[in-house]
Nanobody, 130 residues
């Protein structure tokens, strides 16, 4: 089992920056894959960013709408994954969730598909005002 707790959300203005954190526990953090998703009111949960290891190489994935503005990273010493967000826009307003995929991402899966993830945090609200 993996437990995930997000933090760092808040109310900011357009153009501001924010860093979300996701603290993981329950399993050895190691190099298992992690992802960030978001869900705005009345909309489906959508992929934001993910990272995973393959053959000693780290692969990063970003939704087109956030590429160049958001960065996913991790600190294994703190069992924490981050989502650095800059140049925030009102359309980034959503509840943000971190997630770990089925099998911890050690087998093949689609990093952008929410259904591939088994473990989810409770979410943290990000509101960007114009």
């Amino acid at each position: 089992q993996v437990q995930l707790v997000e933090s760092g959300g808040g109310l900011v203005q357009a153009g501001d920056s924010l860093r979300l954190s996701c603290a993981a526990s329950g399993r050895t953090f190691g190099n298992y894959a992690m992802g960030w998703f978001r869900q705005a009111p009345g909309k489906e949960r959508e992929f934001v960013a993910a990272m995973r290891w393959r053959g000693g190489i780290i692969y990063y994935y970003y939704a087109g709408s956030v590429k160049g503005r958001f960065t996913i990273s991790r600190d294994n010493t703190k069992n924490t994954v981050y989502l650095q967000m800059i140049s925030l826009k009102p359309e980034d307003t959503a509840v943000y969730y971190c997630a770990v995929p089925r099998g911890l991402g050690y087998s093949d899966y689609d990093p952008q598909e929410a259904g591939e993830y088994d473990y989810w945090g409770q979410g943290t609200q990000v509101t960007v005002s114009s």
